[in-house]
């Protein structure tokens, strides 16, 4: 099991801590333009649609709305207390399913349905079901076993009632915030949320019958110590949820407003971020988490590592997946598709958003065809980010090119990889070592022709 060799190298983490895409896509989301029009969105479904044999759905539902404001969040996200924001918001993500569905056909099983957010549990229990059952009478949402129908909580504002409700209406997988339990740090971030709290939500899911659950931590946080973090990493193991992604934070207060309210002097340097990090990797690693890519942990048995042993793992926008290759459909404000060779998302801003859905348009606000070489270079750093490994003569074979020609630039900057010990280059096949499955980030952007090697600061979070 590929799945089990990571070493962290303190030394190699510090020299190679520099800022680069998480690649949830290839080309990265900078590289949409506004040239990609509706037009071209409905054509690409047409295409996906007569294909021999047509893939499966995944439908990403982005709810913007929170009651209060994390301070450390990246998100896209609108802050109100005002509950008729979600039922109007509802209201119009029913037109936009109504505006979608249609295009497709009706056969296509959808395998996967994901709420983020933003806190989809903003919205009643009741409206949740409204969208489900608009999903359902314009999809084929599947019933086998296997679905990943999801949904994101914050627990702080929650009933475990609703997680029986969100049970019955086919939602199978749930994935909490947590960030930190250490009260400073909470405060610091202005998330005040008990681990009693947040367990009961968690056996609520249980009793449900949820199949997986994900718990979201953060380490680089204002005031956060080893020792805090230790205690927040300790009560999480007895809580022991499926699975478990550590985010580093990003400070990036120039593009994220809330974010100028955090005490930067109180934020770990880099040397205490790859502590903290190092922290979390011995203790889940100890309790029998699987290292699968990128921030995520899982259970040995859970579908993520199974998928991830199994070469069937993928890596987009709502992170890493367990079925691949399906067309994604986003729906809401600011959500991001990927149908056939194109990506397209939706305006940032609700108004826009509103104008196009009211006057019964898809709300395309950007996007962007994919051409050959973008395809290959999607390929190279899907199989990196999801296998830390490329299949040399099976890219060769699918795009018909002579690899080592085609990348020669690439693996120009592939060779000071290869000396300092984070891949390894053999005559079929690419790999990152056990010291470099921590930075595929880096690695990737080997292979991303948009950089031009540069180090795209301000942009990008740092690799660790």
Avoid at 439 to 460: E, K, Q, S, V
Wanted: proline letters at 5%.
């Amino acid at each position: 099991m590929m799945s089990q060799c990571l070493t962290c190298d303190v030394d190699l983490l510090r020299r190679y801590d520099q800022p680069g895409p998480r690649y949830t896509s290839y080309p990265t989301a900078p590289q949409f333009g506004p040239h990609f029009k509706e037009e071209m969105l409905r054509e690409y479904i047409r295409r996906s649609n007569e294909e021999l044999i047509p893939r499966r759905l995944s439908l990403y539902v982005h709810v913007p709305y929170c009651s209060s404001p994390c301070l450390y969040c990246g998100c896209n996200r609108v802050i109100t207390r005002d509950r008729s924001a979600g039922t109007r918001y509802v209201e119009r993500l029913i037109r936009e399913i109504s505006l979608a569905g249609p295009l497709f056909d009706h056969d296509r099983e959808v395998i996967q349905v994901h709420f983020g957010g933003g806190t989809p549990n903003f919205l009643r229990h009741e409206e949740i079901g409204d969208v489900m059952r608009s999903l359902r009478q314009q999809f084929q949402l599947s019933s086998a076993a296997i679905r990943d129908f999801s949904i994101e909580i914050d627990p702080r504002f929650i009933d475990t009632s609703d997680v029986a409700a969100y049970a019955q209406m086919g939602l199978n997988r749930a994935s909490l915030g947590v960030q930190d339990f250490d009260p400073t740090v909470q405060r610091a971030v202005n998330r005040i949320q008990s681990a009693e709290l947040t367990e009961n939500v968690i056996k609520a899911c249980r009793r449900s019958g949820f199949r997986s659950i994900n718990v979201d931590l953060i380490y680089g946080l204002p005031h956060q110590t080893l020792e805090g973090f230790g205690r927040t990493l300790d009560t999480v193991l007895d809580i022991r949820p499926d699975r478990l992604a550590v985010y580093g934070y990003a400070h990036m207060p120039h593009l994220f407003k809330p974010q100028r309210r955090i005490d930067a002097s109180a934020l770990p340097n880099a040397s205490e971020r790859i502590a903290l990090l190092s922290l979390a990797i011995e203790k889940l690693t100890a309790a029998g988490y699987v290292y699968i890519g990128m921030d995520h942990f899982a259970l040995p048995d859970d579908d993520l590592t199974r998928a991830y042993d199994a070469g069937t793992l993928q890596r987009n926008f709502m992170g890493y997946t367990t079925h691949a290759n399906c067309d994604l459909l986003g729906l809401g404000v600011s959500a991001i598709s990927h149908i056939g060779d194109s990506f397209s998302q939706n305006p940032r801003d609700l108004p826009s958003w509103e104008g196009a859905v009211d006057s019964g348009h898809l709300p395309v606000w950007r996007g962007r065809h994919l051409d050959l070489d973008d395809q290959v270079r999607a390929e190279v750093i899907q199989q990196l980010m999801c296998r830390g490994a490329i299949d040399i003569a099976a890219v060769e074979r699918r795009y018909d090119i002579n690899f080592n020609r085609y990348f020669a630039d690439a693996l120009a900057h592939v060779q000071p990889l290869a000396k300092d010990g984070l891949v390894t280059l053999e005559r079929l096949r690419i790999s990152a070592t056990s010291r470099g499955r921590l930075l595929l980030r880096i690695i990737a952007m080997c292979f991303d022709r948009y950089l031009n090697h540069r180090l795209p600061g301000g942009t990008y979070s740092n690799a660790i």
